[in-house]
């Protein structure tokens, strides 16, 4: 691993910094309990490589702030089982979720970001993703150790079901947050050689 990657975390020209490109697009489904960091990965991801991250749950959120959700900023589990259980009827009723990402799986591809991060909770849902994309797809479970992650129930199936589908890889998110990014980076770099995935020199134009 280059050592741009830990001098990339400490710079603040977010357009500006090195970036390799990889040998092919790489598409990877993030899962995850609430909390566990997904999010934060996925932006340490971006700011080290031309990646960027989607969730099926975007198209479900519009549609409940028509119901009364107050947005992001209600996280609680009433707010999160409301989302779960309005995605599975949308999932039922025109598989809207996964209509959503295919279309951006498909501007992915003819676009110059190398990695694609699809945040997907349901197992179905993964396995009907994966038949859509035809690039290389790995599937990664974030774990963390800082709170009672794997034992703590939301009370929504999107949720409390994501340790029930076998994962290709696992990360478990158990450094402080000055470590994580270059914890992350190196398991991701990991990753990219086990999936015979190389790594070019880096270009100083932004994706």
């Known amino acids: 691993m280059n050592n741009k990657f830990m001098d990339t975390m400490d710079s603040n020209k977010n357009a500006d910094y090195e970036k390799p490109r990889l040998s092919e697009k ?8 609430g909390g566990a ?3 934060t990965v996925c932006e340490i991801a971006e700011k080290c490589y031309r990646a960027r991250a989607v969730s099926a749950i975007t198209p479900i959120k519009e549609v409940a702030l028509h119901c009364g959700w107050a947005g992001d900023s209600e996280k609680d589990n009433r707010a999160r089982k409301l989302l779960s259980d309005l995605k599975r009827v949308l999932i039922e009723y025109n598989d809207m979720p996964n209509n959503y990402l295919e279309k951006e799986y498909k501007r992915f591809i003819n676009s110059g970001y190398d990695i694609l991060f699809v945040h997907i909770r349901e197992g179905d849902q993964i396995d009907d993703f994966k038949k859509r994309v035809s690039s290389k797809c790995i599937t990664l479970m ?66």
């Open 26 to 33: 790489l598409v990877i489904i993030i899962n995850g309990k």
């Open 142 to 207: 974030v774990r963390s150790s800082k709170i009672d992650n794997l034992n703590t129930v939301f009370g929504n199936a999107s949720d409390d079901d994501v340790e029930n589908y076998v994962y290709d890889y696992c990360f478990v998110n158990e450094k402080p947050i000055d470590l994580l990014a270059q914890e992350f980076i190196r398991f991701l770099s990991k990753t990219l050689e086990t999936e015979g995935i190389c790594e070019y020199g880096a270009v100083t134009d932004d994706a």
């Open 37 to 39: 960091g997904k999010d």
